[in-house]
């Protein structure tokens, strides 16, 4: 079982900066890809940015120039991070940790994970 916790979100003035992290723990042997994902109230979930094992990185548009996805694969932390700046009112969400293409210790494919989500909330 993989479980992820986020942490990091909080309220921001418009033009801030926040740092979201996102811890991964379990039976892991290796994860394929991490990402964040945003719900905002009355809309769907949608996806902010991803990062793969390999560090290859995707982004809406709606946060490229802004946001930073990196990850620290070092001694299985699988820690991902996403890094906001010039923070504005619609950025405002709860936003959660992904992580996909898991593989567990005993070299095994289980399905994606998902954390508990932590709230970004953006004053104008």
């Known amino acids: 079982q993989v479980r992820l916790v986020e942490s990091g979100g909080g309220l921001v003035q418009a033009g801030g900066s926040l740092r979201l992290s996102c811890a991964a723990s379990g039976s892991i042997f290796s994860i394929n890809v991490m990402g964040w994902y945003r719900q905002a109230p009355g809309k769907q979930r949608e996806l902010v940015a991803t990062i793969t094992s390999g560090g290859t990185t995707t982004y809406a548009d709606s946060v490229k120039g802004r946001f930073t996805i990196s990850r620290d694969n070092a001694n299985a932390k699988n820690t991902v991070y996403l890094q906001m700046n010039n923070l504005k009112p619609e950025d405002t969400a709860v936003y959660y940790c992904?992580?996909?293409?898991?593989?567990?210790?005993?070299?095994?494919?289980?399905?994606?994970?998902w954390g508990q989500g932590t709230q970004v909330t953006v004053s104008s």
């Open positions: 992904n992580a996909g293409g898991i593989i567990t210790t005993s070299f095994s494919p289980t399905s994606s994970a």
